[in-house]
């Protein structure tokens, strides 16, 4: 009995064998773990959206522009140094000056924070940084504190939020569409776009496919596969306006361009200039944008709607009919309680939810 193990002990014989810490690997493992490393890496970067990245890359080389200016090495990402970006940001115009053109307006607040999450996502994957969670924190109160001053002295930067595209405006807008196939499909990417509460890229890389007639005839299933958070499925329902419809714009686009003969081509897509035929190359996400600024000033519109302007436009005719926000955020893919999705429809929550309501 004296020579019994101690109850729960492991016997050397069973002992599962010592795992070696990181970094203590003979050399070909730790260079194949490293090859390993640099590969995900690179895995994951290309499974962002183009936009996304050309974004985080435009975001890394302003802080390069700041690292070089204030003699700082770039992976000198710390609360310190990112408080002092802001600073630096903030006297910087949105775009590089052009030599013999005058000086741009200076970067918008929202331009700030956003180069302030691209730099610690680099950080993060590209230089594998160990950064808190709550490593802007600081620079994000001082931005916050700079745009509250702002807000005073009525200062303006940068081109300001994307206006909504309303229903009143896609009813001016479908009245003044050329008779053609251009109009059949604009009509319905605008349409599609409101409908999904889209991000431009999302309509640019829909496919044929993607979009399918509901089994029991109520509309459209559309899957968007590449977006900028994560994949989600929406059902278009039919629109009681028959002239600005989603559903009955996509068949009409569909059969008019013979989309049917290429499920796996894009489903919205250039067109020949002179014969109007469908091509085989899709439309990029700029080019979203640009139609819905082109068929706006068409329709001589009291906005200039961009490619952000049907998202903010769904969101904002939803809360006028009172629908739940979790609806136009399940719809745009937002997520639960999103701010930003609120912010879209501020303006009008002085209506909707007013205090003078059955007073006066």
Partial sequence: MANAEP???????????????????????????????????????????????????????AWLRFCAEADLPPAAVRSGTLVAFVEWCWHQPARPPKPGFPPGKLTAPSTIDRRLSGIVVT???????????????????????????MAKTEETRGRGPAPALLVRHME??????????FGVRDLSLMTLHFALAGREHELAFLRVRDIAEDPEGRGLIVDVRVSKVAPREVEVVYGSRAHICPVRAWRRWKEDAGLDADP???AFRRLHNRWHT????GLDPETVGDILTRI????????????????????????????????AERQGGWAKGSKVMRGYREADDGFRENALHGVL
Avoid: C, M
Avoid at 307 to 323: C, F, I, K, M, Q
């Fill in 264 to 266: 796996d081509g894009f």
């Fill in 123 to 149: 950080a993060r994957r590209q230089l594998k940084l160990q950064l808190q969670p709550d490593i802007a924190e600081e620079a994000r109160a001082l931005l916050k504190a700079k745009t509250k001053a």
């Fill in 296 to 327: 706006g000033a068409r329709a001589h519109l009291d906005i200039r709607p961009t490619g952000h302007s049907p998202r903010r436009g769904l969101v904002t005719e939803s809360a006028r009919a009172g629908n739940a926000d979790a609806l």
């Fill in 7 to 61: 109850s729960g002990a492991v016997s050397i014989a069973t002992r599962p064998p010592a795992v070696p810490a990181p970094g203590r690997f003979d050399p070909a493992i730790e260079e194949r773990l490293d090859r390993l490393d640099r590969e995900a890496t690179r895995h994951v970067e290309d499974a962002r959206p183009q936009s996304t990245r050309e974004g985080y890359a435009a975001d890394w080389r």
């Fill in 172 to 181: 001016q807008i479908a009245a003044a569409l050329p008779a053609n196939r």
């Fill in 278 to 281: 469908a091509l085989k190359g």
